[in-house]
């Protein structure tokens, strides 16, 4: 009986280990891909330089008019 009880023992304490290590993997991961994320997606949108220098450039020429 104190066998079985020691066998239950050990499995469970595996077990609990087993899950502690996934939740750390997985917390680890998620910060290392939340660390990448500036370098491998730029989430900010493109700014239309040619188009507004374009815009400025015509309303600068047209006030010296």
Same mark, same amino acid.
């Given at each position: ?5 020691? %066998?239950?023992?050990?499995?469970? =304490? ?7 290590? *996934?939740?750390?993997?997985?917390? @680890? $991961?998620?910060?290392?891909?939340? %660390?990448?994320?500036?370098?491998? =997606? ?7 330089? *040619?188009?507004?220098?374009?815009? @400025? $450039? ?8």
């Amino acid at each position: 009986m104190d066998t079985m009880i020691g %066998f239950a023992g050990v499995v469970v =304490a595996t077990l609990v280990a087993l899950f502690a290590a *996934l939740a750390l993997e997985m917390a @680890l $991961l998620k910060a290392t891909l939340l %660390f990448m994320q500036p370098a491998t =997606a730029n989430r900010r949108t493109p700014r239309p330089d *040619l188009h507004r220098g374009t815009q @400025l $450039l015509a309303r600068a020429y047209a006030r010296n008019k």
